[in-house]
């Protein structure tokens, strides 16, 4: 039977998904708050840290995520640095999303009328307050569809750190495959799962925007 492995091969498929879940729920928590505080930092920071952060956004942005993997996992040990893998592979996914949203995040910053700064100001709200109370949820819905495909194609590029042994799906498909030389069928299996996650994952974004952030949300 084409598919008669499939039953044996469940568990590790289900801990291949559990550990890309596990990969891009961390990943969208650090890279969101580390593209906020970049964004911000970007626009109102000192000019050293402006364009620090121009740096970082253009260098990740304009090199491909494999190699950022490569060098934190491979290249940082050579500096003392030693990371587990799945360590590193949070860290390279969030530092490679964050460098993207980043930039859509500071598009809906851009996007608040700057006259509501003003008024809040002007009531006696610090700079912090506006920020967190007034500014930064209207550019979070602005942004919200295009935060959550981003968040989609990081999780499909989770793939990638099977390079480094972390066993998530496309890691646990490759050892099915080698023991089973069904590469059709469990390609075809996984592409699946791939599937289902992404359509999970797109759904419970919007639902959840859509609690937090109000009517709008898509």
Excluded at 7 to 18: L, N, Q, R, T, Y
Excluded at 21 to 45: E, K, Q, Y
Excluded at 63 to 81: E, K, N, R
Excluded at 180 to 206: D, G, I, K, N
């Amino acid at each position: 039977m084409a598919f008669g492995w499939l039953p044996g091969a469940v568990g590790d498929i289900a801990h291949g998904a559990a550990t890309t879940i596990l990969l891009i729920a961390v990943t969208t928590l650090a890279g969101t708050l580390l593209s906020i505080l970049g964004a911000a930092g970007r626009r109102n920071g000192p000019a050293l840290l402006r364009r620090a952060i121009a740096w970082y956004v253009e260098v990740m942005r304009n090199t491909p995520f494999l190699v950022q993997l490569f060098f934190i996992f491979f290249g940082l040990p050579s500096l003392g640095i030693r990371l587990d893998p799945i360590l590193a592979a949070m860290l390279a996914m969030t530092l490679n999303m964050a460098a993207y949203t980043i930039e859509i995040v500071g598009a809906g910053l851009d996007a608040v009328p700057l006259g509501q700064t003003e008024a809040a100001l002007a009531l006696g709200l610090r700079p912090r307050q506006v920020f967190i109370k007034i500014v930064l949820p209207q550019a979070l819905k602005v942004i919200y569809p295009a935060l959550t495909s981003q968040i989609v194609i990081m999780m499909l590029e989770s793939a990638v750190v099977s390079q480094i042994a972390v066993r998530e799906l496309t890691y646990e498909a490759d050892m099915l495959q080698a023991r089973t030389f069904r590469s059709f069928e469990t390609y075809f299996v996984v592409t699946l799962v791939y599937l289902a996650l992404s359509m999970a994952l797109r759904r419970l974004l919007v639902t959840g925007g859509r609690r937090a952030l109000g009517a709008g949300v898509s």
